[in-house]
């Protein structure tokens, strides 16, 4: 056989080949019409996909930088030549044709931010290449507060544009309202900050001090460390960045607080610390141990519950941070004076009083807020039988990290 009909050969069977491969994948996985998607499901996917892309900007609140992000989105949406997004007093974007209506805009929509009403109009522009004709405006409101509008633009009046402008504006409403929603979060959060950091009273800083003072002529160096450690924990304490921090720089924190205490009251302390290193770099929420062992050594030292006439002789606290899988696991124990079960409810229910307490509800309220109900305190307790509190922190969650 010469050259040529070896050739021949080799191609005839390459292509044999080659078609038994295909004809053995479509065998192997027939073509389904679920691969592909019909046209409409098809055009749902485009539009809740669209949608997630312009939400993530409006859930930070109705800006200027906002507004740019979400506006490509919310057009491509609606399916229109023009969108513009205003606040009450100015354009915050413009997407699309036809820029130069942007200066009427707020002209035309003053009505609309006053009544809360939607509006159509004829834009009246003086292009005759310009397409925009028609324009329909429809508000943006929070509890029932207008904060802006959105206005598409199209050739021509559209009933359809006008319901679709509703509907789309509607939706970016309810993200602007989960952004109030952060807001006020944040907000509460930061309040309940403040209201730990007052909880760190003038006592405790008068007898700081008076502790460290009574060394300043018999142990000079030990008033200086102590006098640095009561510097770090104030500053930790009244840091103003970050509503999260770490493990490790809040057991730090304890820590320095625990030094002043025993500066105190001396050996009638006894602290035990179980701290497994891999769970320190775990996040939670700021200056939320600190009030809890602050608890234990009020209750184990100080007496400060009915009933309590004097302080206790001594007491022994423990604390505990270990590995639970996906979680660490953080106890803080005592063997002081314990409480009535039913008296530490009312308190977790907020019905304590507003000097009773205020640490454990607070704490309590800002795990449940962070992570969920299911990870509130977990305390133990009964009068005369110390107290143990089991806090459960998330290893990862969404949102939580350590600054």
């Known amino acids: 056989m010469t050259g040529a009909g070896w050739a021949a050969v080799v191609l005839l069977a390459l292509l044999l080949l080659g078609a038994g ?25 485009e539009t809740l996909h669209t949608a997630s892309l312009a939400a993530p900007p409006l859930r930070a609140g109705l800006t200027e ?71 329909v405006a429809v508000p943006l409101t929070v509890d029932n507060r207008v904060l802006g509008s959105l206005v598409a633009y199209a050739p021509r009046e559209s009933a359809v544009l006008a319901r679709a402008a509703g509907e ?53 160096e030990r008033a200086r460390e102590l006098l640095l450690e009561f510097a770090d924990f104030t500053r930790y304490s ?18 320095q607080y625990l030094a002043l205490v025993r500066a105190r009251f001396g050996e009638r302390l006894a602290v035990t610390l179980q701290i497994a290193p891999e769970v320190l770099p775990v996040a939670l929420p700021f200056l939320c141990l600190q ?57 977790l229910r907020g019905e304590g009083g507003r000097s009773t307490g205020i640490g454990l509800l607070n704490v309590d309220e800002r795990l449940r807020q962070v992570y969920g109900d299911d990870y509130g305190l977990v305390m133990e307790t009964g009068v005369g039988a110390g107290m143990k509190i089991t806090v459960r922190l998330p290893k990862y969650r969404a949102g939580v990290h350590g600054s």
């Open 291 to 347: 009030p809890l062992v602050e608890n234990a050594v009020k209750h184990g030292l100080e007496g400060a519950v009915p009933g309590a006439e004097e302080e206790r002789t001594s007491t022994r606290i423990t604390i505990s941070a270990f590995d639970a899988g996906a979680e660490a696991e953080v106890v803080i124990e005592d063997d002081g004076t314990g409480m009535d079960p039913e008296r530490l409810r009312r308190i």
């Open 238 to 255: 009244f840091r103003r960045h970050g509503d999260f921090t770490t493990l490790a720089d809040e057991l730090h924190s304890i820590d």
């Open 65 to 135: 930088e906002s507004a740019r992000k979400a506006a490509r989105r919310l057009r491509s949406l609606l399916g229109t030549d023009a969108l513009c997004l205003t606040d009450r007093d100015r354009v915050l974007v413009w997407d699309g044709e036809g820029e130069h209506h942007g200066r009427q805009v707020m002209d035309q929509v003053r009505e609309l931010l006053a009544n809360g009403r939607d509006t159509a109009f004829h834009s009246d522009c003086d292009d005759l290449d310009c397409p925009l004709r028609w324009a």
């Open 168 to 220: 789309v504006a509607r939706w970016a409403c309810v993200q602007l309202e989960l952004a109030e929603l952060d807001r006020s979060r944040t907000q509460l959060i930061e309040a309940e900050i403040r209201a730990l950091r007052a909880q760190i009273s003038p006592h405790f800083i008068f007898n700081s001090l008076a502790a460290i003072a009574s060394f300043v002529r018999t142990d000079p």
């Open 21 to 45: 491969y295909l004809l053995g994948r479509r065998t192997a996985r027939p073509l389904r019409t679920s691969d592909v998607g019909t046209p409409v499901e098809h055009a749902t996917f």
